[in-house]
């Protein structure tokens, strides 16, 4: 087995230095605008940021992926160049894209520079893959996390490119790239604006028991008594009253959080060349748990060794936890 590459996530300059220093062979980061999928108040990089971080991850032997990972919507394009052509001159390493335009413009402007296709552009066939390898010669796919380790293997015996595989974080339940939900209720895109039932819209409430309601915009997402720990108001992983069903239920998807820290022999064995932590809206000290961990998991595999991983599981989303349909399409 090849090492594969430890990918971490760095929402700000803080965090970014400690991935690096918790051993992260790149960290993945975006800037303060709608060109990536984490366009939240407070994270992201200005330019004076990222041309700092750049120099700190480089001297620890890190390298940097800029998201450019969102869909630009007619007649402002302009941005996506913008940040694409500043990130070249500050030195990344690589660009992680979805829009096919986007892609275009850095094969041609920025041939030199790796290309990475992002899950939100929700390659998960050969035949996909493919096209955009010969297209706009694209290095590294991340995959879907909808794919079971053997097709993940399959997968990779048939293209002609690396594979990147999420890990551990959020498990993300839709189509990646393709999301409407938040968009329904607050206007915003997941894809387009990069945001994610934006904090703007969200408002917890708590009634004379103590109960809280969770809601986001006009609309009640989650309701919680005052034993219960209350997520962030997410609308896939909300509870409804639905005619259909008696009570409250998660209609789409309880919190859960991906851990595959198990199955990362396997992953490895079948070819995956980078694993991919997820959670660039987590804390430093999520960062520095989950990549320390993982960087002796992946260290003792590779010197023969089972891997031996720290209980995460404070640190899931609902503190539970699942391996998805990496091990079997009968999750759910």
Known sequence: MNRPELVCPAGTPSAMRTAVDAGADAVYCGFQNATNARNFPGLNFTVPELEKSVVHAHAGGTKVLLAVNTFPPAGKVNLWKEAVDTAARLGVDAFIVAD??????????????????????????????????????????????????????????????????????????????????????????????????????????????????TKLGEFTIDC???????????????????PAHDGAYYAFEEPISLNLSTLLPDLMAAGVTALKIEGRQRSKAYVKSVVTAYRKAVDSIMAGHDPQISDLLALTEGQKETQGAFKSKTWR
């Open 224 to 242: 919680f008594s005052c034993d219960e720990n209350a997520g962030y108001p997410t609308i896939c992983k909300g509870r409804y009253l639905t």
């Open 100 to 213: 096919i335009g986007v892609a275009d413009y850095i094969h041609k402007n920025h041939p030199d520079i790796r290309l990475h296709l992002s899950v939100q552009a929700a390659a998960s066939t050969p035949e996909a893959i493919k096209f955009y390898c010969r297209e706009f010669n694209v290095k590294r796919v991340v995959l879907p996390r909808i794919l079971t380790v053997p097709e993940i293997k399959t997968m990779a015996s048939e293209i002609p490119c690396e594979i990147e595989t999420f890990i551990f974080g959020n498990h993300g339940l839709m189509v990646e790239g393709r999301c409407s939900l938040t968009n329904y209720i607050t206007g915003l895109s997941t894809n387009m604006d990069g945001v994610c039932s934006p904090a703007a819209q969200v408002q917890y409430v708590k009634d004379d028991l103590g109960n809280l309601s």
